[in-house]
């Protein structure tokens, strides 16, 4: 799913100034304590958060223009989706001291995360080494460019699945940030929730499928057909397969949980390790490649050379 923007909240005029001493400003042509009804809202939504200290006492405390900017082109109080994306600017997030994920800048990206020691850090994957960076988390070392010994692509990078993406979810060909929920999470507006097959929308305050299926890994009876299987695809997303033919994207732990039956259309898929591991078609003569992480994927009969599947 990829976040609305642009979406209408009124004029946020002069009159928002007076936020800095009463969190208030006007917004679709009434005035709304926007701070409180933010907060509120992402408690509704699921979030572990105190309300309004959370997002009033750092808009009190500093200069809002610019977190009002974004709060005018995002629409912070559309739905839950949109609602996270507004803690996600500062000075509501911080690059400093925290107790959970959503209090440090860039944790819809995937690129930021709180540590154990109650500052924000890098998680495993995402790109290090400037010196402004935090440290990566659980002590992990700048290796090569990013934390750890796994790589991750960041927003707006070309993805095939969710598992390449720092974020986690990869929309119509690129990394997007991770602000959608799954079936039986919490909605307010079918767009929280994120796009699936068969598709879901918000019904009951809940995430549900459109229709009475539900493709479910973890159950023991699943919408499936006979003779298929619910596949695990990503974070909150599965799909029916045949048993035989795990898809592209499915959750693995070696190459033989990619291998595919007789009459499957495609031929064996290897299990990606470069960052969540997931199946994947092998890579074709001049795909980049990364020989130093995990498979590094290229089809039978080359190898990984300089960063390209050659001969």
Known sequence: MTVRHGLAMGVLGAGLATLANGCRGIVAGEN???ATELC?????CGEELSCPYGIAEPLRDQDASSYLENAEQVGCLEGCANARLCRDFPPVCTVEDCSVDEDCCDFTSGQAACGLDGRCCLPAGVPC????DPVCCG????NNGHCGDVVCRVLDQACDVGQQCCS???????CVVDTCDGIGSVCVVTSDCCETDPPTTCAGGRCVPEGECVCDPF???TCCDGGAACFSVGEDLSTCAPFECPPPGAECGSDEDCAQGPGCDKSDLFCDFTFIPFCAE???LGAPCNAAVGNSGCCAGTSCKEGTCTE
């Not at 509120?40 to 509704?44: A, P």
């Not at 080494?129 to 402004?132: F, K, L, Q, T, V």
Request: aromatic share 0%; glycine share 18%.
């Open 168 to 174: 986690e979810r990869c929309d119509e060909g690129l």
């Open 32 to 34: 709304v304590d926007l």
């Open 139 to 142: 002590g992990l070392g700048c």
């Open 129 to 132: 080494g400037s010196p402004e």
């Open 219 to 221: 159950a023991p009876i």
């Open 282 to 284: 092998c890579l074709g």
């Open 40 to 44: 509120e809202l992402l408690v509704r």
